[in-house]
Nanobody, 121 residues
Framework: QVQLVESGGGLVQPGGSLRLSCVAS????????MSWYRRAPGKERELVASIAPVGGMADYAGSAKGRFTISRDNTKNALYLQMNTLKPEDTATYFC??????????????WGQGTQVTVSE
């Protein structure tokens, strides 16, 4: 059974930091492009950052560049998002997403259930 379980969200003051984690099971993690998305209240879900299956190549949304760092540990089937200098506009539910490469057995995309991040005084 495929699972993506996010954790690490919470309430943090502006300027603070959080580290989100996403632990995967049920598929070959190293064959998937992994991403973090977020959905703020009243807004569409948006891409935050993505990372290649191996090698660490990453892309970031403009709002995340210079403040967030995406990483992964394929030995632990884990995806991370280090978020620094958080702003109130970063308040959202954060989701991890797994997209298969051509080497994966299944063409299906997987989503986690999300973890809430609230940036407020």
């Amino acid at each position: 059974q495929v699972q993506l379980v996010e954790s690490g969200g919470g309430l943090v003051q502006p300027g603070g930091s959080l580290r989100l984690s996403c632990v995967a099971s049920g598929f070959t993690f190293s064959l998937y492009v992994m991403s973090w998305y977020r959905r703020a209240p009243g807004k569409e879900r948006e891409l935050v950052a993505s990372i290649a299956p191996v090698g660490g190549m990453a892309d970031y949304a403009g709002s995340a560049k210079g403040r967030f760092t995406i990483s992964r540990d394929n030995t632990k089937n884990a995806l991370y998002l280090q978020m620094n200098t958080l702003k109130p506009e970063d308040t959202a539910t954060y989701f991890c997403k797994a997209v298969p490469t051509s080497l994966a057995w299944s063409p299906l995309t997987y989503w986690g259930q999300g973890t809430q991040v609230t940036v407020s005084e």
